[in-house]
């Protein structure tokens, strides 16, 4: 096959805020840059036996199911109803002897959840990658009690090529920690100078991991993937906000924008709410995110009917 570096690999759409979604290219230079940074990150090594539970349109899938291979690994495939089922999966995780696992936090509480004890392990698990949305602190609390786990926080939007970041959980303020092999992290003030540590400004990722830009999407990849005067390489703005610990780690602050993640998923609020106001019989729609009483992130809608006062009727 005439592929190269510069070939594409894949596109993963991601939620666009005016409604049409934006998809990421990712080159195989991109994957094979990542994939080379497992072992040494990780410490994945053959014998190894990880988890595929992801969905393919999860950029995450790509570790799972290819990124394992080339570490030498094997790959555990889930059943639909095993991923579906937390206890079903306890089961598989047990049985097929697995030692690596990927899941984002609002998964892995639900697996936690369904052990017989809440004191109890992960049966042989040696190594937790733990991402695609924000990890809380009373989960990373809760994690720390699995001495025998090592439990990495990671962090990478999708145009970066799956992860970017990652911190060996330990005690103390979740951090996602520093950059991978490869990537270089800045934290940039709103003007696009470097932020010293303690300030708060836009991560900005570089490095063999950024995407092409955005398929068939100029003016967006214009905007989002950027040069800097004085600094080698193409860099993508994340979005998110961040700061320099004293030590060089580097901390999550939430979002400038309104972008949200559900359950791992990239979610634009300007995006559902486009959607809404197609709906016949509707004005007007708001978007926003609450907790439940479980302390899990939902969406809720707010409409405003066309020429009705009943909300049944829309």
């Not at 595929?52 to 570490?71: K, M, P, Q, R």
């Not at 600094?231 to 700061?243: K, P, V």
């Not at 708001?286 to 006062?309: K, T």
Request: charged share 20%.
């Amino acid at each position: 096959a005439a592929i190269t570096p510069d070939s594409l690999a894949y596109v993963i759409f991601t939620s666009g805020s005016t409604g049409t979604p934006k998809g990421a290219m990712l080159t195989h230079g991109n994957a094979a840059s990542f994939f080379a940074a497992l072992p040494q990150t990780f410490g994945f090594a053959p014998g190894d036996r990880i988890l595929g539970v992801t969905t393919v349109s999860f950029d995450i899938a790509a570790l799972e199911l290819l990124g394992s291979l080339c570490c030498g690994m094997t790959v555990v495939l889930a059943s639909s109803e095993q991923a579906r089922d937390p206890a079903l999966l306890l089961e598989l995780i047990a049985r097929e002897k697995v030692s690596v696992l990927q899941m984002t936090p609002t998964r892995l509480k639900l697996l936690l959840d369904a052990l017989p004890s809440p004191h109890d392990a992960l049966p042989g698990i040696r190594t937790l990658l733990v991402g695609g949305e924000a990890l809380v602190q009373n989960l990373a609390e809760r994690l720390l009690a699995y001495r025998d786990v090592a439990v990495f926080n990671v962090y990478g939007p999708t145009e970066t090529t799956i992860w970017s970041a990652s911190w060996r959980l330990a005690a103390g303020p979740v951090s996602l920690g520093r950059a991978l092999p490869g990537e270089q992290l800045l934290v940039l003030s709103a003007s696009g100078r470097l932020q010293p540590p303690g300030a708060v400004g836009e991560i900005a990722i570089a490095g063999a991991g950024v995407a092409r830009g955005y398929l068939n999407d100029a003016a967006r990849t214009a905007e989002r993937f950027i040069s800097l005067p004085g600094i080698a390489g193409r860099f993508y703005l994340t979005g998110d906000l961040g700061r320099w610990t004293a030590d060089g780690r580097l901390q999550y602050l939430g979002r400038r924008d309104d972008q949200v993640k559900i359950r791992g998923m990239r979610i634009e609020i300007g995006d559902i709410e486009h959607q809404l106001r197609q709906l016949p019989g509707v004005r007007d729609a708001a978007a926003a995110i609450r907790r439940n009483a479980l302390g899990e992130e939902e969406i809720v809608a707010y409409l405003v009917g066309q020429d009705c006062a009943d909300p049944a009727q829309l």
